[in-house]
């Protein structure tokens, strides 16, 4: 039962590089989630994708892009990472897209940037 | 916007014996879901109980029970019979039931809890 995977697990950047954060699913949920969890700060919503085909912003969408690339697959893209951006990422799914729907987390993956 | 507020950075309880963790939320909305989660060292979020503000009896779940306060806007989660694999960040949070705001859980920003053996 693998649930929701997430590589990598940990990952060092240079100001301005690029990388992309993979996420994956097998419980056949429709709505996948990416957050970043920050000291004191809890997880915020980075993007969410509600359904295969379709993604929104969440709480702190700068700075990043998403892909829904197919039910089981929800990508996390830093363009031009910032220090800024340095916090550890976890990727999230539900079965539907409602306000009580469980949400089943991924290990999460360390990103400093330097 | 919604904003949760745990007020206790960390707290520490003595196997066996129980410990109440607080929570807080601002919200103007009257339907709406709390959840408490815990994240123990491997990083892993796991859910550990949900209450749903229009239900008014107290949700349970084995040794975890909360004090859901709707006037209050209070949801304080009860941990009885603490273990050691009780040690773990607990974060409280809140997700509205309908709209653009129930796209994303609002976390607080999280309460260490330690067991000492």
């Known amino acids: 039962n693998a649930g929701v995977t997430q590589t990598p697990k940990f990952q060092v950047l240079k100001t301005g590089q690029s990388m992309t954060l993979q996420c994956a699913q097998d419980m056949n949920h429709n709505s996948m989630y990416w957050y970043r969890q920050d000291p004191g700060m809890g997880l915020r919503l980075i993007y969410y994708?509600?359904?295969?085909?379709?993604?929104d912003k969440g709480e702190v969408p700068n700075g990043y892009n998403v892909s829904r690339l197919n039910k089981r697959e929800f990508s996390l893209r830093l363009e031009s990472a910032a220090p800024s951006q340095t916090s550890v990422y976890f990727c999230a799914s539900s079965e539907a897209y409602r306000g009580g729907e469980k949400l089943f987390f991924g290990s999460g993956t360390q990103l400093s940037v330097l | 916007a919604q904003t949760v507020t745990q007020s206790q950075p960390e707290m520490s309880v003595q196997e066996a014996e129980t410990v109440t963790l607080s929570c807080t939320y601002d919200?103007?909305?009257?339907?709406?879901?709390l959840f408490w989660y815990k994240q123990p060292p491997s990083r892993q979020m796991i859910l550990v109980i949900r209450?749903?503000?229009?239900?008014?009896q107290n949700a349970t779940e084995n040794r975890f029970s909360v004090n859901f306060q709707k006037a209050a806007k209070s949801f304080s989660l009860k941990i009885s019979d603490s273990q050691l694999g009780d040690a773990a960040m607990y974060f409280c949070?809140?997700?509205?039931?309908?709209?653009?705001?129930?796209?994303?859980?609002?976390f607080g920003g999280g309460t260490r809890l330690m067991v000492k053996p």
């Open positions: 949070a809140y997700r509205s039931a309908s709209g653009v705001s129930s796209n994303m859980l609002t």
């Open positions: 209450q749903e503000a229009y239900k008014q």
């Open positions: 994708s509600a359904s295969e085909g379709t993604t």
């Open positions: 919200t103007s909305e009257s339907d709406y879901y």
